[in-house]
Structures are given as C-alpha cells and as structure tokens.
C-alpha cells in the first residue's frame, strides 16, 4: 500500500497501521518547562480541578478541560515567540 503523510506530525503513514499522532501525557507536555511554569501548570491544574466533575486530558499539543464540551485549554510552551 502507498504511504502518505501525515498532514499534523509530518511523518509517512502507511494505510491501516495503527497511527496516531494526537496522543500524548500531560507529562509528556509540561516535562521541559521551567520551575516557575511548571509551579504556575500545577496551580493552574489544581484550581481548574476545583470546578468540579471535568475530564481533564492531553490532546495533541493542548491539556483540555471538559465537561459536556471543553471550556478551557492550555498550550504548554518553553517560550513565546
């Protein structure tokens, strides 16, 4: 089968494998912030946790916060251009 690439990571998918580029961590985000923005993240996390029942999850580049819908996102990021 002919591969394509994938329009988000760039990378060749071969038809049928298994691909899939959006999973990650909240970990996997925030593992190579600062002390201070990882301080801010867990903050940040514990007040939203506060709002009530939620799923809370990690989608492509995004930490989500949801209920029926997401309300809210953060895209952890070492700088800003």
């Not at 999973?23 to 946790?49: C, F, H, N, P, V």
Request: proline share 5%; with cysteine.
């Amino acid at each position: 089968m002919k591969s394509q690439v994938c329009y988000h990571c760039k990378r060749p998918v071969t038809p049928g494998d298994g691909h899939d580029c959006w999973t990650t961590t909240e970990a996997a985000l925030t593992k190579g912030l600062s002390r201070d923005l990882q301080d801010a993240w867990e903050r940040l996390r514990e007040t939203a946790a506060t709002f009530g029942d939620q799923r809370i999850y990690a989608s492509h580049k995004s930490i989500m916060f949801s209920r029926d819908l997401c309300y809210f996102f953060v895209r952890p990021r070492k700088s800003f251009p």
